[in-house]
């Protein structure tokens, strides 16, 4: 998808909900700057999800609790360590496995090189995804993508439900790019059984992301194989 | 659902492992494929963080779930003809805390790949749910990661393996919040695994490979394209009696669908297509003589010893598989009074009876290295008409 206002690609999607109307914004990393959009590489979509539920004491059940009580390691994680479990990157250097769920965003970034070094170059997953998951965030986004929200809702929640929704467009927006590009490396080495099971896929992420927000992903778009 | 008291059947232990059946396509050189998932529950640290209670209550959250998901499982291919429910073998669920049983116990469901090797250690909570007769499905608790889910056939059969893996998965996750992020997939305690989480492997019998000096060649070929080529254990082992597992090592960045392509279409093929060249290579001209010579000399060894190591059993074995799928011991020329020709699933499945805890189980007792060396012998004599 390309920036609203250049030919650049759009890597900042922002959803905003005034007056019971949608607007969206899909902007270069420039251009966002020059209107004034606060930019800020876009966070992992269940840091999002945990921020938007803390005020609702609700833990997100697919990465942990991010409370210290109930891990005592925690309780004061020392700099550069997880704030969940209290493990530090050197410690997973050292032993190779990584100390709880939460780690994967505590070490997001450090993470992704070694990643893409030991996994052939990749970058995103791409795969099944856990229904109950798929649900949750379904019933999480459905208000949003209606209109004027549930009752009740205070901006600073509309806020907190629309960078949700962005942040979860913009993960599925990589899985569709990633899926693309490897449907098109199958198709020109004349793999097309490979191209097949691609195109399914790719078919299979695009109606998930219909049923989650009722309509068009945003800032992803429908697969055009 | 049972107790450690009646882990498996005698009759159960003397057949053998169902994977070691010699069914399935490519049977000849593919003894059995797996497909395993690592899974975590959202809730909890991985293990390696984890206190004995914490791993208690993992046990108690997960057992629920991982019992009904594994009854009334859809019916298996008859093609892969494992053994049907007796009245002495009921269909059944084996619920095991597999730190409870005894040191033979859980080597023997190691034997039959049923747990991991890792998984047969310790002494912390852990536990195994496997399906009886069959052996196709087990669930390891509290292995390296708080699921390993892994299903089991005998030939080349990933495809199978994957849908009722997908199946039991399902099942298990409509009770249990899985650790999951949609950047990088389904979370496990070693990043190596992350994304898909899954592992499929092939176990492949590669005699004429090696005899023909190739199996290097694999062994680069298979690293050209990212696999990992392991011995007959798995992780770290040798390749004993000539067995190799292919395994998939990359799980982020490519669909459960592609990396099964990749292996059962592309990879996997190839390398049967190398090992049945080089069996012919060794029927060819004067090779055949040689050939003949070294699996009738296995097969002689077997048929007269007294006494026989794990490793000397499994390397012998070897090469009398490879003569009884090359013909060779159809062979009418002059000698003593022809005894019945060995035949599989027979050879495929001394494999597994002649390792240590099989042996125990076989003789009712617990024998010492010396004793099971002779057990071994009288097994293979006896399996052998010598």
Redesign the interface.
């Known amino acids: 998808m390309k920036c609203d206002c250049c030919a650049n690609p759009a890597t900042i999607h922002e959803v905003t909900i005034h007056s019971g109307k949608r607007m969206e914004r899909h902007l270069c990393e420039n251009c966002a700057r020059a209107q004034g959009v606060v930019v800020q590489s876009q966070p ?3 840091q999002v999800i945990a921020d938007l539920l803390k005020g609702h004491a609700i ?7 991010d409370d210290p009580a109930a ?1 005592p ?1 925690a309780a004061n994680p020392a700099p550069g360590a997880c704030a ?2 209290g ?1 530090k990157f050197a410690e997973f250097r050292q ?7 939460r ?3 505590s070490f ?1 970034e450090a ?1 992704a090189p ?2 893409e070094r ?16 798929a649900a949750r965030i379904a019933s999480l986004t459905r208000p949003l993508m209606q209109e004027g929200g549930p009752p009740g809702e205070s901006a600073d929640e509309a806020r907190g439900r629309a960078r949700l929704v962005a942040a ?1 467009a913009a ?2 927006e ?2 569709i790019t ?2 693309r590009k ?1 449907l098109d490396a199958a198709v020109a080495a004349e793999d097309y ?2 191209a097949a ?2 195109r ?2 790719l078919l299979r992420v695009t109606s998930e992301a219909r049923e989650a927000g009722g309509g068009t992903p945003i800032g992803g778009g429908g697969p055009s194989a | 659902m049972n107790e450690p008291a009646a882990l498996l059947s005698h009759a159960a232990i003397r057949r053998g492992a169902p994977w070691l059946s010699n069914q399935g396509p490519h049977s000849d050189v593919v003894l059995s494929s797996r497909v395993r998932l690592a899974r975590n529950l959202g809730a909890f640290a991985f293990l390696s963080r984890c206190s004995a209670t914490d791993r208690t209550h993992i046990l108690a959250a997960c057992r629920k779930h991982v019992v009904a998901a594994c009854q009334n499982l859809p019916p298996a291919s008859p093609e892969h003809r494992v053994p049907p429910p007796t009245e002495d073998d009921p269909a059944r669920l084996l619920w095991v805390e597999v730190h409870r049983l005894s040191a033979v116990d859980r080597q023997l469901l190691a034997e039959r790949h049923l747990i991991s090797k890792e998984h047969a250690k310790g002494a912390e909570p852990r536990a195994a749910a496997i399906t009886l007769p069959d052996e196709r499905l087990s669930v390891m608790v509290n292995e390296e990661d708080h699921l390993r889910i892994q299903v089991l056939h005998s030939g080349l059969a990933l495809a199978d393996g994957y849908t009722l893996i997908n199946e039991v998965d399902d099942r298990i996750e409509s009770g249990l919040d899985y650790a999951f992020l949609p950047r990088f997939g389904y979370l496990t305690a070693c990043p190596t695994n992350v994304g898909i989480a899954c592992r499929m492997s092939v176990m492949l019998h590669l005699p004429a490979v090696r005899l023909t000096g190739r199996i290097e060649q694999v062994r680069r070929a298979a690293k050209d394209m990212c696999l990992a080529l392991r011995g007959f254990q798995g992780e770290g082992s040798e390749s004993a009696g000539d067995l190799y597992q292919i395994s998939n090592q990359t799980t982020f960045g490519k669909t459960e669908a592609v990396v099964m392509q990749e292996l059962q279409e592309h990879i996997v093929p190839q390398v049967i297509e190398f090992e049945r060249r080089a069996r012919h290579e060794l029927l060819s001209g004067s090779r055949r003589i040689q050939t003949a010579d070294q699996c009738w000399r296995a097969l002689g060894l077997l048929r007269s010893a007294r006494q026989v190591s794990t490793e000397e059993a499994l390397a012998t074995l070897s090469l009398v598989r490879l003569g009884v799928h090359l013909g060779l011991f159809e062979d009418t020329s002059p000698g003593p009074a022809a005894l019945p020709a060995p035949a599989e699933p027979l050879i495929s499945q001394l494999i597994v009876l002649t390792q240590p805890a099989h042996l125990q189980r076989l003789a009712g007792r617990e024998l010492s290295q010396q004793e099971r060396r002779i057990a071994r012998a009288d097994l293979l004599r006896t399996a052998l008409g010598g």
């Not at chain 1, 833990?59 to 609790?65: E, K, L, Q, S, Y």
């Not at chain 1, 032993?95 to 769920?101: A, E, Q, R, S």
């Not at chain 1, 030991?118 to 998951?133: E, I, L, N, S």
């Open positions: 992992p979509v269940t833990t997100p059940p697919w990465v942990g609790p891990n390691a969940a479990c493990l032993g190779g496995l990584l100390g709880c769920p780690c994967y965003m997001a993470l070694l990643l030991y996994h052939q170059g990749a970058t995103h997953h791409v795969g099944k995804v856990p229904r109950r998951f979860i993960e599925r990589a899985r990633e899926l490897q059984r490979r099971l691609l399914d896929e």
